[in-house]
C-alpha cells in the first residue's frame, strides 16, 4: 500500500463539487509541499498544483489545493466530462529520502 | 516547446539489463534535477530515482537501489536509467520528469513514457 491515503475512488455530476483527501504522516505531508497530478486515461501525468495549492500556467481555477496538518485536499468545482482521469498526490518523505505517491483517485463524471 | 520524450523500453528476460533514454528539448537539462518515475499496467505512480543537476548526486527508490543507475550527459540534453537484474515487478511505464522549483516532490514536465515488460 502507498504512504499517502487516498480515497480510490470518487464521482460527481456535472456543474457538482467533489473533494479528494490526501492524508500522510509528520515525515511527509506535515514537513513537505504538496503536489498533485492529473493523469487522463492513456497519457503521461501532468502537474495540477504545485507546493500545496498553486496552479501552474494553463490550469483553470476550478482546481484548487489546500494542505493542514497531515493531510491535504484537492476541489474540484464545476464539474467537466473532461475532468474524469486519476488524481494523484506527492510529497516529499523525510523518513524514505525521496517523494512518496499517493495511490490514486479515479474519478468518475456521471 | 519544451519536451521530454524516453526511449528503449522493450521486452527483457528476468536478470537481464536494459538502458532507458530521456532526450530533453526546449529547455537546458543542466538546469534542473531529473527524476524516473514507473508505474506498473494498472495500478499507481511510483518514484524510482533523482539526479543533481550537475550529475553529482543521486538517490533511489529502495526496492531499486544497487541494480539501476541514474545519469545524465547535459552536453546532448539526454538523461538515462540503467537498469541491471531485472525483475518480473519492474515491469511498468517509465517516465522521466522534470524536477520542479517550487519542491522536490514537483515534476513539472513528463515523457510520453516507456513501456518495460520483464517477462521470459
Known amino acids: 500500500q502507498s504512504v499517502l491515503t487516498q480515497p480510490p475512488s470518487a464521482s460527481g455530476t456535472p456543474g457538482q463539487r467533489v473533494t479528494i483527501s490526501c492524508s500522510g504522516s509528520s515525515s511527509n505531508i506535515g514537513s513537505s509541499a504538496v503536489n498533485w497530478y492529473q493523469q487522463l486515461p492513456g497519457t503521461a501525468p501532468k502537474l495540477l498544483i504545485h507546493?500545496?495549492?498553486q496552479r501552474p500556467s494553463g490550469v483553470p481555477d476550478r482546481f484548487s489545493g489546500s494542505k493542514s496538518g497531515t493531510s491535504a485536499s484537492l476541489a474540484i468545482t464545476g464539474l467537466l466530462s473532461e475532468d474524469e482521469a486519476d488524481y494523484y498526490c506527492?510529497?516529499?518523505?523525510?523518513?524514505?529520502?525521496?517523494?512518496?505517491f499517493g495511490g490514486g483517485t479515479k474519478l468518475t463524471v456521471l | 516547446e519544451v519536451q521530454l520524450v524516453e526511449s528503449g523500453g522493450g521486452l527483457v528476460q528476468p536478470g537481464g539489463s536494459l538502458r532507458l533514454s530521456c532526450a530533453a528539448s526546449?529547455?537546458?537539462?543542466?538546469?534542473?534535477?531529473m527524476n524516473w518515475v514507473r508505474q506498473a499496467p494498472g495500478k499507481g505512480l511510483v518514484w524510482v530515482s533523482r539526479i543533481k543537476d550537475d550529475g553529482t548526486g543521486t538517490i533511489y527508490t529502495d526496492s531499486v537501489k544497487g541494480r539501476f543507475t541514474i545519469s545524465r550527459d547535459n552536453a546532448s540534453n539526454t538523461l538515462y536509467l540503467q537498469m541491471n537484474s531485472l525483475r518480473a515487478d519492474d515491469t511498468a511505464v517509465y517516465y522521466c520528469a522534470r524536477g520542479g522549483l517550487g519542491s522536490w516532490s514537483e515534476f513539472d514536465v513528463w515523457g510520453q513514457g516507456t513501456m518495460v515488460t520483464v517477462s521470459s
Open positions: 507546493t500545496n495549492n
Open positions: 526546449g529547455f537546458s537539462l543542466s538546469s534542473y534535477w
Open positions: 506527492v510529497a516529499w518523505d523525510d523518513s524514505l529520502n525521496g517523494p512518496v
